[in-house]
T-cell receptor, first 114, second 114 residues
Framework: GDSVTQMEGPVTLSEEAFLTINCTYT??????LFWYVQYPGEGLQLLLK?????DKGSNKGFEATYRKETTSFHLEKGSVQVSDSAVYFCAQTGSGAGSYQLTFGKGTKLSVIP | DTAVSQTPKYLVTQMGNDKSIKCEQNLGHDTMYWYKQDSKKFLKIMFS???????INETVPNRFSPKSPDKAHLNLHINSLELGDSAVYFC?????????????FGNGTRLTVT
């Protein structure tokens, strides 16, 4: 079945460091791709999304580009802040009946220290 | 106003008991979901309802029974609770399935079975 693989955490960075969290997907066709963020004690929130190849999703300084040739959707941010500390989830949609199902990666915990 | 609200936030109960978690969304979405998040933050879909009809029923024990009285509500009833049911349960909703339509999550219900 479809799956999403993202880099294992935890990731610890100093404030203002560059962030990359790798994500690759396996769905055939053209799934939509998402990054969700989960702050402590809260539910997941959509961070950004891309619905077709070469689309770039961006929000709050985060970016990710839909790369069909490498089946990847890596998350990047040029300068992280302490407030970015959270768990980040990459996700993809399926096709057909599976379009109702969002498959998540295992999550990457990010800790940003001052 | 909270878009997706679920109650209770915390639920502590003993093995063998029956419990329910309620979920309501005020976004006018036609699809609702239940996800289970384990202690390692891994998210797995349990159920998906579209317009009150079951769309996805992943491999979960039949002790778990979702009930959707209307489009805005999807409750989760669990019979004969077991230690392994301890997790955080998230309700979510979207419009027209997850393809291109982001999921909106509740803040979760932390279930602890002792």
């Amino acid at each position: 079945g479809d799956s999403v693989t993202q880099m294992e955490g935890p990731v610890t960075l100093s404030e203002e460091a560059f962030l990359t969290i790798n994500c690759t997907y396996t769905a055939t066709g053209y799934p939509s791709l998402f990054w969700y963020v989960q702050y402590p004690g809260e539910g997941l929130q959509l961070l950004l999304k891309a619905t077709k190849a070469d689309d770039k999703g961006s929000n709050k300084g985060f970016e990710a580009t839909y790369r069909k040739e490498t089946t990847s959707f890596h998350l990047e941010k040029g300068s992280v802040q302490v407030s970015d500390s959270a768990v980040y989830f990459c996700a993809q949609t399926g096709s057909g009946a599976g379009s109702y199902q969002l498959t998540f990666g295992k999550g990457t915990k990010l800790s940003v220290i001052p | 106003d909270t878009a997706v609200s679920q109650t209770p936030k915390y639920l502590v109960t003993q093995m063998g008991n029956d419990k329910s978690i309620k979920c309501e969304q005020n976004l006018g979405h036609d699809t609702m979901y239940w996800y289970k998040q384990d202690s390692k933050k891994f998210l797995k879909i349990m159920f998906s309802y579209n317009n009150k009809e079951l769309i996805i029923n992943e491999t979960v024990p039949n002790r778990f029974s979702p009930k959707s009285p209307d489009k805005a509500h999807l409750n989760l009833h669990i019979n004969s609770l077991e230690l392994g049911d301890s997790a955080v349960y998230f309700c979510a909703s979207s419009q027209g399935g997850s393809r291109g339509s982001p999921l909106h999550f509740g803040n979760g219900t932390r279930l602890t079975v002792t």
